[in-house]
């Protein structure tokens, strides 16, 4: 941090995404790469997957952005569910509406996947990467820092 403080002073540079809102709170929206730009609106994943972990049936989310022929890129979104919560069309719908209501009708995402395990470092990390890869068939790359 004190070499960041000395490089720019003022500044506290990161590479975190942030907004502040009306009353000067600060919320941080997440890594400046893990952004996903949809129709032209810049959404932090951590933003959406805190929107999806605030619903009651949710125990833990990842989102990424894959390729949308209108929107450039659309929300595609890896959903946990509780022990309590069974995987319905009507849940979907519900989740969708939970993430409009909580960040904007432009997040609403356009799939959402029930999973049983998310793929992350052994530090605990999503691997966003790998979860993109999956999705568009292509070669998940370098897996050695994943978790066992």
């Known amino acids: ?26 919320w941080i929206i997440g890594r400046v790469d893990d952004v996903i730009k949809v129709s032209g609106y810049r959404l ?3 933003e959406l997957e805190s929107a999806f972990v605030s619903h009651s ?6 989102v990424i952005g894959l390729p949308h022929e209108i929107k450039g890129v659309a929300i595609h979104a890896y959903v946990i569910l509780k022990a309590n919560a069974t995987k319905t069309d009507t849940l979907v719908d519900e989740l969708k509406a939970h993430i409009a209501h909580e960040v904007g009708p432009i997040a609403k995402p356009e799939t959402i996947e029930f999973v049983q395990t998310l793929p992350k470092t052994r530090s605990g990390k999503i691997m966003r990467r790998v979860l993109k890869a999956r999705a568009l068939g292509m070669d998940e790359g370098d897996l050695t820092t994943l978790e066992e």
Do not use: C, I, L, Q
């Open 1 to 26: 941090m004190k070499t960041y403080w000395s490089r720019f002073p003022g500044m506290y540079t990161a590479g975190d995404s942030a907004r502040k809102d009306e009353d000067g709170y600060f």
């Open 44 to 46: 932090g994943t951590a």
């Open 57 to 62: 049936s949710v125990a833990e989310a990842a």
